[in-house]
């Protein structure tokens, strides 16, 4: 039997989704880490802080609780309003979801998938609990996006991350 699978395209495809899930992946641990830095120099003294991050802050805490911890200082004032915009919340959410959704995914190799593939956007294949089985959409140009069917543009995911990690950059500096 004929191999079905275009073998050069499949490497195009894994080298795309290697860049897009490394590349979201490795920004979303540095804004999982400037959170971590808020919180240590909010909530441990100066002598303590290594210990802080290290036994507790660093893998202890979970994104989800961090990003809540985060949330409810800022909207109590004990972190200057000022210092992030307004929509940093719902853009943790947003990264959240995504970083999550990335990180247990694996490569979708349809053979029609795979013998088409153009290097528009690449389709991965969901293997969690509560999409299971379905395909996220990422594309490589800025589109809109659909989140209920898991369509997503990386651009837009970069600058969101990016403009994650200034403002918590701006609040780590103001300290």
């Known amino acids: 039997m004929e191999n079905p699978y275009n073998e050069e395209k499949i490497n195009l495809i894994r080298e795309d989704s ?3 899930r490394g590349r979201i992946l490795e920004t979303t641990i540095t804004v999982e880490f400037l959170i971590s830095k808020i919180l240590v120099e909010y909530f441990a003294e100066e002598s303590k802080k290594n210990d ?36 940093l919340i719902g853009d943790l959410e947003y990264i959240q979801i995504i970083r999550n959704l ?30 299971y089985g379905k395909q996220i959409i990422i594309y490589h140009e800025d589109v809109e996006e659909d989140l209920k069917n898991l369509i997503y543009s990386f651009p837009k995911i970069i600058n969101t991350i990016n403009r994650i990690i200034s403002g918590l950059e701006n609040c780590v500096a103001e300290k």
């Open 52 to 87: 802080f991050f290290r036994y507790i802050v660093s893998d202890k805490i979970t994104f989800d609780t961090k990003k809540y911890i985060l949330a409810s200082l800022k909207k109590e004032g004990k972190i200057p309003a000022d210092t992030f915009y307004k929509e």
């Open 102 to 131: 990335v990180a247990h995914t694996i490569l979708y190799l349809d053979p029609n998938y795979v013998n088409s593939y153009s290097r528009k956007k690449t389709t991965l294949n969901y293997t969690g609990t509560k999409n």
């Open 18 to 20: 290697e860049k897009i």
